[in-house]
C-alpha cells in the first residue's frame, strides 16, 4: 500500500522559496504510479494542480505557475520535491503530493505553508 | 487553463440520488476521456472516487458513477448516506499542446 508525507517549512516568507518534500513509502517511486504530482488548496479554496513529474525526470507545470515552480525527483531517496519562488501572500495554502500525472491516488495528508513576513 | 464549472451545492435526503455536473470545453473534458472525480471531507486530503470518467478504484462503493456528455462530465451517487457529505471536485486532463490538468471549483454535497 503505497503512502506519501509531505515534510517542510511551515511558515515561509515573502519573496523566499517554498520547498517541500514528499516521501513515497510501500513502493519504489520508480516503479509504482510513475507520475507524481503536487496540488495546492488555500483556505477555504478549491484544488489547484501545480505540476507533475515522471519518474525518470520529465517534468510537467501549471501554466500559471511554471515561471516559479521546479519539481524534481531523487529515485535513491525515494522522494520527490517542489519549489516555488518568489512566494507571496496568495501562494499560502495546504500542499498536497499524490501519485498520478493527470489523476491522484494516493494523497498525502497535505501540510499547510503560510506565506508570511 | 480555466477551472472546470461545477455547482456550488447540491443536497439530497438519504436514499435519494444526486448527480454533480462539470463543464469544461472542447479542450479538456470533451476531449479526453481522463476525468476523475475527489472526494474530501473536513481537514482531510481528497480521495479518489471515478478516474477515466467512468472507473471505479478499488474499495470505492458502487453507489458512485461517472459519465460523460460533451464537454460535460458528471458524477452520480445513488442510494445517499450521511457519510457521503463532503466536497466533490472534478478534475481533468487539458493538455492540448502540452501538458496540463484543471480541477473544478468543487460541490459541497449536503446530505438532509
Known amino acids: 500500500q503505497l503512502q506519501l508525507q509531505e515534510s517542510g517549512p511551515g511558515l515561509v516568507k515573502p519573496s523566499e522559496t517554498l520547498s517541500l518534500t514528499c516521501t513515497v513509502s510501500g513502493g519504489s517511486i520508480s516503479s509504482s504510479s510513475y507520475y507524481w504530482g503536487w496540488i495546492r488548496q488555500p483556505p477555504g479554496k478549491g484544488l489547484e494542480w501545480i505540476g507533475s513529474?515522471?519518474?525518470?525526470?520529465?517534468?510537467y507545470y501549471n501554466p500559471s505557475l511554471k515561471s516559479r515552480v521546479t519539481i524534481s525527483v531523487d529515485t535513491s531517496k525515494n522522494q520527490f520535491s517542489l519549489k516555488l519562488s518568489s512566494v507571496t501572500a496568495a501562494d499560502t495554502a495546504v500542499y498536497y503530493c499524490?501519485?498520478?500525472?493527470?489523476?491522484?491516488?494516493?494523497w498525502g495528508q497535505g501540510t499547510l505553508v503560510t506565506v508570511s513576513s | 487553463q480555466s477551472a472546470l464549472t461545477q455547482p456550488a451545492s447540491v443536497s439530497g435526503s438519504p436514499g435519494q440520488s444526486i448527480t454533480i455536473s462539470c463543464t469544461g470545453t472542447s479542450s479538456d473534458v470533451g476531449s479526453y476521456n481522463l476525468v476523475s472525480w475527489y472526494q474530501q471531507h473536513p481537514g482531510k486530503a481528497p480521495k479518489l472516487m471515478i478516474y477515466e470518467g467512468s472507473k471505479r478504484p478499488s474499495g470505492v462503493s458502487n453507489r458512485f458513477s461517472g459519465s460523460k456528455s460533451g464537454n460535460t462530465a458528471s458524477l452520480t451517487i445513488s442510494g445517499l448516506q450521511a457519510e457521503d457529505e463532503a466536497d466533490y471536485y472534478c478534475?481533468?486532463?487539458?493538455?492540448?499542446?502540452?501538458?496540463?490538468?484543471?480541477f473544478g471549483g468543487g460541490t459541497k454535497l449536503t446530505v438532509l
Open positions: 499524490a501519485g498520478g500525472g493527470d489523476e491522484f491516488d494516493p
Open positions: 478534475c481533468s486532463y487539458a493538455g492540448s499542446s502540452t501538458f496540463d490538468v484543471v
Open positions: 513529474i515522471y519518474y525518470s525526470g520529465s517534468t
